[in-house]
């Protein structure tokens, strides 16, 4: 993968989960509830959201640096690999729970962590993969 295709990718990536996770963390924030009247994981007494939310400003953020040239493109890649593999163990975490319920006899939707999963696998087997086919490029 290019390294402009890269980064743009892991932009858009970025930023869709950003604006995802800030919409949850906002409603949770200013009304108290969960969007779409779903659970409402709690770590460490606050909302998964807002965790989410932190973890894809740092993905965005590093995306946006490696792309105007900021920090060096693998130092950046570096950055969204870990952020993004942390993502994974964390919404992973709150997903399986869920996905229980979604098998219940009272059906429910997809769970919002898993629509966060979906981000992070993908953020992260991207990362992966332009870390290992670009692994001899110096920071």
């Known amino acids: ?6 980064i743009k990718t892991m932009f858009f990536l970025g930023l869709a989960g950003f604006l995802f996770s800030g919409y949850l963390s906002a409603v949770k924030l200013f009304t108290s509830t969960c969007a779409f009247n779903s659970p409402c994981p709690y770590f460490l007494g606050y909302p998964a959201c807002w ?5 894809f400003t740092l ?3 590093a995306s946006i640096r490696g792309w105007c040239k900021n920090t060096c493109l693998n130092r950046a890649n570096k950055m969204i690999t ?8 964390f919404s992973g975490y709150f997903t399986l729970p869920e996905i229980e319920r979604m098998f ?3 059906p429910q939707s997809l769970p919002l962590c ?6 992070y696998l993908l953020i992260f087997i991207f990362s992966v993969r332009y870390l290992a086919t670009n692994k001899n490029l110096n920071d």
């Open 51 to 55: 965790y989410g939310f932190t973890m």
């Open 1 to 6: 993968m290019k390294s402009t295709t890269y």
């Open 104 to 106: 219940s006899p009272a």
């Open 59 to 61: 993905i965005f953020a």
């Open 82 to 89: 870990i952020v993004s593999g942390l993502g994974v163990l």
């Open 114 to 119: 898993a629509f966060g999963l979906v981000f």
